[in-house]
């Protein structure tokens, strides 16, 4: 794959990660000399705007990883598994953003600011983590490479996005239809009843209960073990990719009435001692991650002000006084971007920074 500029196929090109993937490859310049853009049949024949010019996006099959150099997958597992393995047969490194890979042995799954040194083992594919995980560890490896982890307890606080533009659409919808059933008195505001309060209609919905004002503790779907598959997602790639088969690992993942950006409450203990003024320092220079962590300012990472950034923003950083070598801290992170878009382009910039 050795060339200045490369040939990129773009799979799920209309979906929201993959809209989000081509404007990544236009804000960092990525040198592109052909893009070819993938989706279902239903979407073929749309424009599309990249790099000053509407492209047509064409419907996914086999041959149209012919001449590619890169095939960025955004378009669910059942995509992948069918056409992953044929565009890396045609010559292309496929960069996956779905679950179809992750935990296959010989497939390295790939955090750049983490683990970038796995990259050389790949075969043709690379797998992409959950973005949860992503921006965990984000946070995690340089508190890892300073005191190592003994335990991580994590609860996420999962934005709508993760679940799709559809699933924008039911907290846009439910929202107003909740406004609706609101009266004003005075200064307040009031619910005419709590049953006018719940979103009675399920046509439109694509999460498992009403988002609008409210908190589900359920991100896909509960497993023999009553975790959710989010849930060992996190537990099982954190594993994998800190190489680290034995670290105890709890996850409690919840969605919340949030368009963009996930959050996330961190509990750690280390084999090491590692202060919280320790961690902000390391913090501070590592890469990825941006420190905002001044409480008495009211400072500290908020989800709308990670939407649409690159870094994960860490803060509340302090000690967790039931352990020894304990901390606890805050994240939040842009899913669409450093979670799932800004990631994959990432380790393709890995694979041509190797390649000269």
């Not at 000399?33 to 099959?61: P, W």
């Not at 955090?111 to 995980?133: D, F, M, W, Y």
């Not at 969605?255 to 750690?268: N, Q």
């Not at 908020?302 to 870094?311: F, G, M, S, T, V």
Request: hydrophobic share 45%; with cysteine; net charge positive.
């Amino acid at each position: 794959m050795t060339r200045q500029r490369y040939n990129v196929a773009v799979v799920g090109a209309t979906g929201a990660v993959g809209t989000e993937m081509l404007r990544v490859l236009q804000e960092r310049k990525f040198p592109v000399a052909r893009i070819r853009l993938l989706a279902s049949k239903r979407s073929a024949g749309r424009r599309v705007a990249f790099n000053g010019a509407t492209r047509r996006v064409e419907e996914l099959d086999k041959r149209a990883f012919d001449g590619m150099d890169l095939a960025l997958f955004s378009a669910g597992a059942g995509r992948s598994l069918e056409f992953a393995p044929e565009a890396a047969k045609r010559g292309a490194v496929v960069v996956d953003n779905s679950s179809a890979f992750r935990m296959t042995s010989d497939v390295p799954l790939i955090v750049p600011e983490v683990n970038s040194h796995a990259l050389r083992r790949h075969k043709g594919i690379i797998a992409h983590p959950n973005c949860s995980t992503i921006i965990m560890l984000v946070a995690l490896k340089p508190l890892h490479d300073a005191a190592k982890l003994r335990r991580i307890i994590v609860a996420t606080y999962q934005s709508v996005s993760g679940a799709g533009a559809k699933a924008m659409w039911q907290l846009l919808t439910e929202t107003q239809e909740v406004l609706k059933g609101l009266k004003a008195q005075g200064s307040r505001f009031k619910v005419e009843s709590f049953e006018q309060s719940r979103v009675s209609s399920l046509e439109s919905r694509v999460l498992p209960q009403q988002i609008a004002f409210n908190v589900i503790p359920q991100v896909d779907v509960f497993l023999e073990n009553h975790y959710t598959k989010e849930e060992m997602k996190m537990v099982n790639e954190t594993r994998k990719i800190l190489e680290e088969p034995a670290l105890p690992v709890s996850a409690t993942c919840a969605r919340v009435p949030v368009f963009i950006a996930h959050s996330e409450a961190i509990w750690i203990e280390t084999q090491r001692p590692l202060s919280p003024d320790q961690a902000r320092e390391r913090l501070a220079n590592a890469p990825g991650v941006r420190l905002v962590d001044d409480p008495a300012r009211q400072q500290y990472p908020l989800p709308i002000d990670a939407a649409a950034r690159d870094e994960v923003l860490v803060g509340r950083i302090r000690r967790d006084e039931t352990v020894e070598h304990g901390l606890a801290l805050w994240v939040s992170g842009d899913n669409l971007r450093k979670g799932a878009a800004t990631n994959a382009v990432q380790i393709a910039e890995l694979l041509i920074k190797r390649d000269k």
